[in-house]
């Protein structure tokens, strides 16, 4: 008989610590759900609440105070989320709080955070609505993330284009070639074609003068042995002729260095280089251009003083009574 | 809610069988099997092995439904009894099983205390404890009360069997081979026996059995149970005249 | 001919069943009620399984927690340890593994008990000593194994989830305090309620099988192994069954 007491004695501890194991899970799980205990509901009005249901968990300030109890469409924007707080919190929700939907952890339940708000309201009572935001949608966020990535990615591809054909194709570089450097340089190869022309004409008139002279023609020829005429008009002429080539020489030179900048430009080297060379080659430039202009000066001054030769002053008019006749019929 | 039943113990015949049939698939076991049993005397049903003997005493206590024919014990048809009767009829009908059916998991005391269960509520504790040692005495293994049957030799599980059917003082006790697997010498002590309790207890017994020695030493009389039927019937002496093939193989 | 004899008899075993079942409900609850013997077996099923199943919780609840934390640490929510063992053990393994230890234990010894006593008369012989055989041997296994299968689920759960926590503890160091209060944070009754109500069905499922093959165990020792094997067998893929059907009809009702 004493061995029975024993069995039933140990069953009966077996059979009641599997129960309060059994009761002491609910117990927990029910304290977590705010079964037990007291409560009061509290209502917020949202237009999304991203999959919350029943049961979710109400925090305040981050602060575990309470559950989801129900869900109800009260039209077709409008959701009412009833939540069960625990009633220690009637003393600290105002009526200006602010709830949102949230969720815990990134891929955890859904919350519904509450934070205080900025004014000092009444407590809030009962079954009163509180304020609500608008909760972030991280299904809305992550799809406005999506499109920036596909707008730079665009952009981005874009922009590789761009360097590409910046590195690979002569257009940008033919672009600078024409309007900055080159446009000078041109300028400066038309000034210098002028003067060349200039200088080959006069040349010319001198050879022609020269040759009139020389056959004794006009008046001219009779003065051909006046020596110290004659000397004034080889010195002219050799001036002349020297003026010619150096002229030839720059032209030279020009067209040297814009074949250079041509050859950096098409052979893709960096602007930088471009540039610095630029400023070298615009330093020629400008020296050649100086020296040229002395040069046609020069052959200016030389021809004003051949003009006002009395001796040849009748040559000169005969000339400009020609053109003029020249000019009515072209 | 159990209505007590009025048992006809005071009348001469016991047990009567009529046309009993019953078979198992096209196997016909008991063929129009007929029997009295006269109150006290001690019948021997002998047979060959399978020839229905088993069938025939656990279609008597109700074990088995027969297909056709009655069995009346104490003026009741067993077959149209329900349970809570039959229970009624089973308490006055001991029955000692050829595997002895002791319960292995129940020290001797428990497994004697066991028919009295039903009556418990009646009974109490100190005198279920004198049935059960008087039972233990009567068979003579008063000493092994808190044995476990599996502690005991293959003779005393017999005789705690057997104290175990006689521990409610039955009318009619129906021995299910009673000395099989038994060795010569222990089958004979348990016959004695047998024969013992019948004289002091002056209950009516029916034996199945295929030893002869059972059969000579406890019968009064002899039926031969062959093909089915009650071939023969009468005392040792008789059925072993027999001129009939049949019959006279039996005692070859 | 093998399979048809197979089907054949499958289907033989499903009727069987169910009217062995239909017959526990008809026949097995009614009085007298055996008490005395039903508390004997919530004795010897209940509580004398306690060790078994709460060292085969133990280790499950240890193992389990040192399986999956790679796979958590390398999603980098090992924190969340707590918290998925709690969900595995309080929902599936504890139920499953617990049934399962119970069925090789507690259907074998029933079948091969049952089984011995009808090849040696014992049941028979409870007939004629006028108590009802089914209700004495049958009624009172089953009610204790449904009765005793869930406060050892809940015993064997309470021991895995302890074993998790010292799983647990092996690599970081988590205060038991802590450890309990994400365990119980992150179940819900949706968890628990549905485990601890199969658990009474496999129960159930172990008692009534095991009774079964041992009440019509046939003749001879051999009948009486097999009795045993097959109680262990069909118990087990009950089980299973049940715990499909049990997920189903829990997913059904938004559990």
Same mark, same amino acid.
Not at chain 1, 65 to 85: A, F, L, P
Not at chain 1, 293 to 318: C, I, P, S, V, W
Not at chain 2, 186 to 210: A, G, N, P, R
Not at chain 3, 122 to 148: H, K, W
């Given at each position: 008989?004493?061995?029975?007491?024993?069995?039933?004695?140990?069953?009966?501890?077996?059979?009641?610590?599997?129960?309060?194991?059994?009761?002491?899970?609910?117990?927990?799980?029910?304290?977590?759900?705010?079964?037990?205990?007291?409560?009061?509901?509290?209502?917020?009005?949202?237009?999304?609440?991203?999959?919350?249901?029943?049961?979710?968990?109400?925090?305040?300030?981050?602060?575990?105070?309470?559950?989801?109890?129900?869900?109800?469409?009260?039209?077709?924007?409008?959701?009412?989320?009833?939540?069960?707080?625990?009633?220690?919190?009637?003393?600290?929700?105002?009526?200006?709080?602010?709830?949102?939907?949230?969720?815990?952890?990134?891929?955890?339940?859904?919350?519904?955070?509450?934070?205080?708000?900025?004014?000092?309201?009444?407590?809030?009572?009962?079954?009163?609505?509180?304020?609500?935001?608008?909760?972030?949608?991280?299904?809305?966020?992550?799809?406005?993330?999506?499109?920036?990535?596909?707008?730079?990615?665009?952009?981005?591809?874009?922009?590789?284009?761009?360097?590409?054909?910046?590195?690979?194709?002569?257009?940008?570089?033919?672009?600078?070639?024409?309007?900055?450097?080159?446009?000078?340089?041109?300028?400066?190869?038309?000034?210098?074609?002028?003067?060349?022309?200039?200088?080959?004409?006069?040349?010319?008139?001198?050879?022609?003068?020269?040759?009139?002279?020389?056959?004794?023609?006009?008046?001219?020829?009779?003065?051909?042995?006046?020596?110290?005429?004659?000397?004034?008009?080889?010195?002219?002429?050799?001036?002349?002729?020297?003026?010619?080539?150096?002229?030839?020489?720059?032209?030279?030179?020009?067209?040297?260095?814009?074949?250079?900048?041509?050859?950096?430009?098409?052979?893709?080297?960096?602007?930088?280089?471009?540039?610095?060379?630029?400023?070298?080659?615009?330093?020629?430039?400008?020296?050649?251009?100086?020296?040229?202009?002395?040069?046609?000066?020069?052959?200016?001054?030389?021809?004003?003083?051949?003009?006002?030769?009395?001796?040849?002053?009748?040559?000169?008019?005969?000339?400009?009574?020609?053109?003029?006749?020249?000019?009515?019929?072209? | 809610?159990?209505?007590?039943?009025?048992? !006809?113990? %005071?009348?001469?015949?016991?047990?009567?069988?009529?046309?009993?049939?019953?078979?198992?698939?096209?196997?016909?076991?008991?063929?129009?099997?007929?029997?009295?049993?006269?109150?006290?005397?001690?019948?021997?049903?002998?047979?060959?092995?399978?020839?229905?003997?088993?069938?025939?005493?656990?279609?008597?206590?109700?074990?088995?439904?027969?297909?056709?024919?009655?069995?009346?014990?104490?003026?009741?048809?067993?077959?149209?009894?329900?349970? !809570?009767?039959?229970?009624?009829?089973?308490?006055?009908?001991?029955?000692?099983?050829?595997?002895?059916?002791?319960?292995?998991?129940?020290?001797?005391?428990?497994?004697?205390?066991?028919?009295?269960?039903?009556?418990?509520?009646?009974?109490?504790?100190?005198?279920?404890?004198?049935?059960?040692?008087?039972?233990? %005495?009567?068979?003579?293994?008063?000493?092994?009360?808190?044995?476990?049957?599996?502690?005991?030799?293959?003779?005393?599980?017999?005789?705690?069997?057997?104290?175990?059917?006689?521990?409610?003082?039955?009318?009619?006790?129906?021995?299910?081979?009673?000395?099989?697997?038994?060795?010569?010498?222990?089958?004979? %002590?348990?016959?004695?026996?047998?024969?013992?309790?019948?004289?002091?207890?002056?209950?009516?017994?029916?034996?199945?059995?295929?030893?002869?020695?059972?059969?000579?030493?406890?019968?009064?009389?002899?039926?031969?149970?062959?093909?089915?039927?009650?071939?023969?019937?009468?005392?040792?002496?008789?059925?072993?005249?027999?001129?009939?093939?049949?019959?006279?193989?039996?005692?070859? | 001919?093998?399979?048809?004899?197979?089907?054949?008899?499958?289907?033989?075993?499903?009727?069987?069943?169910?009217?062995?079942?239909?017959?526990?409900?008809?026949?097995?609850?009614?009085?007298?009620?055996?008490?005395?013997?039903?508390?004997?077996?919530?004795?010897?099923?209940?509580?004398?399984?306690?060790?078994?199943?709460?060292?085969?919780?133990?280790?499950?609840?240890?193992?389990?927690?040192?399986?999956?934390?790679?796979?958590?640490?390398?999603?980098?929510?090992?924190?969340?340890?707590?918290?998925?063992?709690?969900?595995?053990?309080?929902?599936?393994?504890?139920?499953?593994?617990?049934?399962?230890?119970?069925?090789?234990?507690?259907?074998?010894?029933?079948?091969?008990?049952?089984?011995?006593?009808?090849?040696?008369?014992?049941?028979?012989?409870?007939?004629?000593?006028?108590?009802?055989?089914?209700?004495?041997?049958?009624?009172?296994?089953?009610?204790?194994?449904?009765?005793?299968?869930?406060?050892?689920?809940?015993?064997?759960?309470?021991?895995?989830?302890?074993?998790?926590?010292?799983?647990?503890?092996?690599?970081?160091?988590?205060?038991?305090?802590?450890?309990?209060?994400?365990?119980?944070?992150?179940?819900?009754?949706?968890?628990?309620?549905?485990?601890?109500?199969?658990?009474?069905?496999?129960?159930?499922?172990?008692?009534?099988?095991?009774?079964?093959?041992?009440?019509?165990?046939?003749?001879?020792?051999?009948?009486?192994?097999?009795?045993?094997?097959?109680?262990?067998?069909?118990?087990?893929?009950?089980?299973?069954?049940?715990?499909?059907?049990?997920?189903?009809?829990?997913?059904?009702?938004?559990?």
């Amino acid at each position: 008989m004493a061995k029975k007491i024993v069995n039933s004695v140990r069953l009966g501890i077996f059979v009641l610590s599997g129960l309060a194991f059994l009761i002491l899970l609910l117990f927990m799980i029910g304290r977590n759900k705010s079964l037990f205990g007291s409560t009061y509901v509290l209502k917020a009005k949202f237009e999304n609440v991203q999959g919350l249901i029943p049961g979710n968990n109400v925090r305040y300030s981050g602060i575990q105070s309470g559950t989801v109890r129900n869900i109800k469409i009260v039209n077709d924007t409008i959701i009412e989320v009833s939540m069960m707080i625990d009633t220690e919190m009637q003393d600290i929700i105002r009526k200006d709080a602010i709830a949102s939907i949230g969720t815990d952890g990134i891929v955890g339940n859904k919350v519904v955070n509450i934070v205080p708000g900025k004014g000092h309201a009444e407590l809030a009572r009962e079954g009163d609505v509180i304020f609500s935001k608008k909760p972030i949608d991280t299904d809305a966020i992550l799809q406005k993330l999506s499109n920036t990535n596909n707008d730079i990615s665009e952009i981005v591809s874009g922009l590789k284009i761009t360097v590409e054909r910046v590195n690979s194709s002569t257009a940008l570089w033919e672009l600078l070639n024409d309007e900055t450097i080159p446009k000078e340089i041109r300028q400066s190869a038309v000034n210098l074609r002028l003067t060349t022309s200039r200088a080959g004409m006069m040349a010319d008139d001198l050879h022609t003068i020269i040759a009139d002279m020389k056959a004794g023609k006009g008046s001219v020829g009779v003065l051909l042995k006046d020596t110290a005429f004659a000397y004034n008009l080889n010195e002219a002429v050799l001036k002349m002729n020297k003026v010619g080539s150096q002229a030839d020489r720059l032209t030279n030179d020009i067209g040297t260095i814009v074949k250079g900048i041509q050859q950096d430009v098409n052979s893709g080297k960096g602007p930088a280089n471009a540039f610095l060379k630029d400023s070298v080659m615009v330093k020629n430039l400008n020296s050649s251009i100086d020296n040229l202009r002395k040069g046609t000066d020069g052959f200016n001054q030389n021809m004003e003083a051949l003009k006002r030769n009395f001796l040849l002053r009748g040559y000169f008019k005969r000339q400009e009574r020609q053109k003029q006749a020249e000019k009515p019929n072209p | 809610m159990q209505s007590e039943l009025k048992l !006809d113990t %005071e009348s001469n015949k016991v047990l009567i069988i009529k046309e009993l049939c019953k078979s198992f698939g096209d196997n016909h076991v008991l063929k129009d099997f007929n029997l009295e049993l006269v109150k006290g005397e001690s019948v021997v049903v002998l047979g060959k092995s399978g020839s229905g003997k088993s069938v025939l005493i656990k279609c008597i206590i109700g074990l088995i439904k027969p297909d056709k024919g009655s069995i009346h014990i104490f003026g009741h048809n067993i077959p149209d009894l329900d349970h !809570d009767k039959l229970d009624q009829i089973r308490a006055k009908v001991g029955f000692l099983f050829q595997s002895n059916a002791l319960y292995d998991s129940m020290t001797v005391r428990e497994n004697l205390e066991f028919p009295l269960r039903r009556h418990w509520l009646e009974v109490s504790q100190k005198e279920v404890d004198n049935m059960v040692i008087s039972a233990l %005495e009567d068979v003579g293994l008063a000493h092994t009360i808190d044995m476990m049957p599996v502690e005991l030799s293959g003779g005393m599980r017999k005789r705690v069997a057997l104290a175990r059917t006689l521990i409610l003082k039955p009318e009619i006790i129906l021995y299910d081979e009673p000395t099989t697997g038994l060795d010569t010498i222990t089958s004979k %002590e348990i016959i004695e026996l047998m024969v013992e309790i019948q004289q002091k207890y002056k209950t009516t017994s029916l034996i199945i059995s295929h030893d002869m020695n059972c059969v000579r030493m406890a019968s009064n009389r002899v039926v031969m149970l062959i093909e089915g039927k009650c071939y023969a019937s009468g005392t040792f002496n008789e059925i072993t005249q027999s001129a009939d093939p049949k019959v006279k193989q039996f005692f070859e | 001919m093998s399979l048809k004899s197979d089907l054949r008899s499958f289907l033989t075993l499903n009727g069987e069943l169910f009217r062995f079942t239909f017959r526990f409900f008809s026949h097995g609850l009614n009085p007298p009620y055996e008490f005395a013997e039903f508390l004997k077996q919530c004795y010897v099923i209940g509580y004398k399984s306690l060790p078994l199943i709460g060292m085969t919780a133990f280790i499950m609840g240890l193992v389990l927690t040192m399986q999956l934390r790679p796979s958590m640490a390398d999603y980098g929510v090992e924190a969340q340890l707590p918290a998925i063992v709690a969900i595995a053990v309080i929902r599936e393994v504890g139920p499953v593994i617990t049934a399962l230890i119970f069925a090789g234990k507690i259907g074998s010894s029933i079948g091969a008990e049952l089984g011995s006593m009808k090849v040696t008369e014992q049941i028979d012989a409870m007939e004629v000593s006028g108590t009802n055989p089914f209700r004495y041997l049958v009624a009172t296994r089953v009610l204790a194994c449904t009765l005793m299968l869930p406060i050892l689920v809940m015993l064997g759960d309470a021991v895995s989830l302890y074993g998790a926590y010292l799983g647990v503890n092996i690599h970081t160091n988590t205060s038991f305090t802590l450890y309990w209060t994400q365990v119980f944070d992150n179940l819900t009754f949706g968890d628990v309620l549905p485990a601890f109500i199969k658990s009474y069905f496999f129960g159930f499922a172990v008692g009534i099988i095991g009774c079964y093959k041992g009440y019509n165990s046939s003749k001879g020792t051999e009948g009486v192994g097999r009795s045993a094997n097959s109680a262990v067998v069909v118990s087990s893929v009950i089980i299973f069954v049940i715990d499909l059907l049990a997920v189903q009809v829990t997913d059904i009702l938004n559990y």
